[in-house]
């Protein structure tokens, strides 16, 4: 993939937009009085605060551990024998320790990386064809499932991904460069967005996922319910969006280059607690 | 009275529709479709949807209470719910004016449940939105609030 | 056979809080899918919630009721081990009746 460097008439009318949206927001921030745009804020914090109780992505956690329980399959074999890199069926806790390094594979994986290796080796299924099916389609919808019943196991607890492996370390430094590559014809990067303090786009706030940035945000925030398309969206989905909102091509499903920047971001977030499955706009 | 006739004429042709299609429901599905009231729920003002109910109009009152964020950041989800201190509450609706059929909920409670509902219903843009309170003495009384509702930035 | 509710029923007192989560698409019929074509209607109709076999509570519901819709409700005279069930019919005549225990 090559950096592009200026920009073309259809880039320049985005950038255009992007502009005139970021002036429009800030204007009308500036043109209330400084208590509307702080009670904005807290209308906000106070609305996700209401649909914390009874959360969707529930009914998706119900649907994964009855996934990890049934024998399906070619192999006609349940899930319960994965090594989620605590030991084979060992769910609670491994969520938080997520993407690592398995000897069996010789691979740095995530947690959807994980699955479709688990989902091949146990219950005999083709995990390219998984990889390659649209999200939210046949297997795919089984994952997000499994993502968000696998995460539950692990809610409270402190993301503590391991760096002791020479492959996870050089996961991290992939990730990273990944993290600050720009390209694409908007030339962003991760970093563009994510890669400092305060920034936001319209009413969304974007967290700086160069560090840590809080108990239950960002990376200790996927997967999540999205109640925007009712949608329970995993890491791997959260991050093909992003690269489709840089305009960039779409990375593979479970692909290194997405499981380094989830160990990028995972090992940034050290000490944060997760909430997934989260609610989301 | 008008409802019941209504309610018969429905009755009568959701079940020859059904019959029609093969299916052989249950009692309580043929009831159910038959009482599903159409009329209110295609209303396009809060005035119609009492008129569909065989409704007075409502009164403005203290007693009632409509609960809502000022703000929601998505309309697709809006916790709305609707409650009234009085006592003999029959029914609890939650209307949203601005909505393409404002009618979005209607809650039939017994003496054992608390006149005090909530749920999540979907708005098309900002607008107020009302809890209707059908007691059992004939009265109709509804509070009302505004919610605004925008749209965030790229999906966090 | 549509995928089950969850259904919370606490007591407090002889107040019990219920809490029902339904996996339902509720679509309005306004929505136009991604090739243009309107989605069309389904949605709950019907909710009714029993507690021990009897109805307590019953509901019409209209397309813009949200999906996966969360609701909640308080009723009198429930103890732990009672029964609470919840039933919800659609405009296709799909039904689906989950029960939780008062706990």
């Not at chain 1, 209330?32 to 009670?39: D, Y």
């Not at chain 1, 399959?73 to 390094?101: I, M, N, S, W």
């Amino acid at each position: 993939m090559k950096a592009q460097r200026g920009l073309g008439g259809a880039a320049l009318r985005a950038l255009a937009a992007v502009l005139a949206a970021a002036v429009c927001s800030v204007a009308w921030a500036q043109g209330t009085q400084a208590t509307q745009a702080k009670s904005t804020a807290d209308g906000i914090a106070e609305y996700r605060a209401m649909l914390a109780d009874g959360n969707p992505a529930e009914l998706f956690e119900a649907k994964g551990e009855a996934l990890w329980k049934t024998a399906r399959g070619p192999k006609h074999a349940t899930l319960q024998a994965c090594d989620l890199g605590k030991g084979p069926g060992v769910v609670k806790g491994a969520f938080v320790e997520l993407p690592r390094y398995f000897a069996d594979t010789g691979r740095v994986q995530d947690l959807e990386s994980r699955l479709l290796s688990c989902m091949q080796t146990l219950q005999g299924f083709n995990a390219a064809e998984i990889a390659a099916t649209p999200f939210g389609k046949g297997e795919q919808a089984g994952i997000d499932a499994l993502t968000a019943w696998i995460s539950s196991e692990s809610r409270g607890m402190k993301m503590n991904l391991p760096q002791s492996d020479v492959h996870e370390k050089a996961a991290y430094e992939v990730g990273k460069r990944l993290f600050f590559f720009r390209g694409g014809p908007m030339d962003f990067s991760c970093a563009t967005c994510h890669g400092a303090d305060g920034k936001r786009v319209r009413l969304q706030d974007l967290p700086n996922l160069t560090k840590n940035p809080g108990d239950g945000i960002g990376f200790a925030a996927w997967p999540a319910y999205r109640v925007s398309n009712g949608q329970l969206w995993s890491m791997q989905h959260r991050l093909n969006d992003c690269y489709r909102q840089q305009r960039f091509p779409y990375p593979g499903y479970a692909s290194d280059a997405t499981i380094a920047l989830s160990v990028y971001m995972g090992v940034n977030a050290h000490g944060a607690e997760s909430i997934a499955p989260a609610l989301k706009r | 009275m008008t409802d019941r006739r209504e309610m018969l004429q429905r009755c009568a042709s959701v079940a020859t529709m059904l019959m029609a299609a093969g299916l052989l429901p249950a009692t309580a599905r043929a009831q159910a479709a038959a009482a599903f009231n159409s009329a209110a729920f295609e209303a396009k003002n809060m005035a119609d949807v009492m008129k569909a109910l065989g409704a007075s109009a409502p009164a403005p009152s203290s007693d009632v209470s409509v609960h809502g964020p000022d703000i929601a950041e998505n309309g697709a989800v809006v916790p709305l719910g609707a409650a009234c201190t009085l006592p003999g509450v029959k029914r609890l609706l939650l209307l949203v004016e601005k909505n393409p059929n404002t009618l979005s909920a209607m809650f039939e409670l017994s003496e054992a449940v608390e006149p005090n509902i909530a749920t999540r219903v979907k708005m098309g843009q900002s607008s107020n939105v009302f809890a209707v309170a059908m007691l059992a003495d004939g009265r109709v009384l509804f509070a009302q609030k505004e919610i605004k509702v925008t749209l965030g930035g790229c999906g966090g | 056979m549509p995928d089950p509710m969850r259904i919370r029923a606490q007591a407090a007192g002889d107040k019990t809080t219920v809490r029902v989560l339904m996996a339902h698409e509720m679509e309005t019929g306004l929505r136009k899918d991604a090739s243009g074509k309107l989605v069309p209607a389904w949605y709950i109709q019907h909710v009714s919630a029993k507690l021990n076999g009897k109805v307590v509570m019953s509901a019409q519901w209209g397309p813009s009721v949200a999906k996966n819709p969360f609701t909640q409700f308080v009723v009198h005279g429930a103890k732990p081990g009672d029964k609470v069930s919840i039933t919800w019919i659609d405009n296709r005549n799909e039904t689906r009746t989950d029960e939780a225990t008062v706990s």
